[in-house]
């Protein structure tokens, strides 16, 4: 079995990789210009490929990046622009916290799970809710990102129960019933793109204003009006 660092270095140096962060990158950066956002929150940053490109032009006040693999946080902290405030924490972040030993789930095949099924990482868990209010940010300025063991539906349901949901919300998914699942939880407070048949969804990031569809090539983005400031 691969080592946490060969993985992280053949994933890292993958150009379809790159080139994807680097588009999803250049939308969130568009993202925080118009929408005057202030804070950008990556909950999953794997080794901060996106969250480099997102935070490049110093278009943000703040970051928090988030990880339950400490190597991952290692790796993304070298990657930010150093004029850009980042906050790393190094937790699981879960829609419910509980005492068990934080494991990934036995479906997941994410980078921060490197393909291990089931792997236990000791790690605290932390309440997404919680964790949002902690921080003290302005969630009408916020660029959130989920990308956490496959619990990303769960995480937007506990934000949209909470009422806690931010101006922008970047969900990752890969099926339609994903998509449709997404859409009736979130449909009222977002709006969504019109879903094409036989797109590969790979994220989306949903805004107040409109919806785009980010990489369901999963190399070229969807490409529509940029976000009304207001």
């Known amino acids: 079995m691969s080592s946490i ?22 939308v969130i950066r568009g993202f925080a210009k118009r929408a005057r956002l202030s804070t950008y929150v990556d909950f999953g940053c794997w080794v901060g490929l996106l969250a480099e490109q997102a935070l490049k032009d110093n278009d943000f006040e703040r970051a928090v990046l988030v990880d339950p693999v400490a190597a991952c946080l290692t790796r993304s902290s070298a990657r930010i622009n150093p004029r850009v405030k980042a906050e790393l924490h190094n937790c699981a ?96 407070s977002y709006s969504f793109p019109d879903k094409k048949p036989g797109h590969a969804f790979y994220s989306m990031a949903l805004t107040r204003e409109r919806g785009v569809l980010i990489g369901f090539d999963p190399d070229v983005a969807y490409s529509g009006p940029e976000p009304a400031a207001d």
């Open 93 to 188: 972040i879960v829609p419910v916290a509980d005492d068990r030993p934080f494991g990934v789930p036995e479906y997941d095949t994410s980078c921060a799970g490197f393909g291990q099924p089931g792997s236990k990482i000791s790690v605290a868990q932390v309440e997404v809710c919680q964790f949002l209010k902690a921080l003290h940010i302005d969630l009408g300025r916020t660029y959130l990102k989920v990308d956490v063991e496959g619990m990303d539906f769960e995480i937007a349901r506990s934000v949209s129960t909470a009422k806690m949901l931010p101006r922008v919300l970047h969900i990752e998914f890969m099926q339609d019933a994903d998509f449709d699942r997404l859409h009736a939880l979130l449909k009222d």
């Open 5 to 26: 660092e060969e993985i992280q270095a053949r994933e890292a140096a993958n150009p379809k990789i790159i080139n994807r962060s680097r588009i999803e990158g250049a």
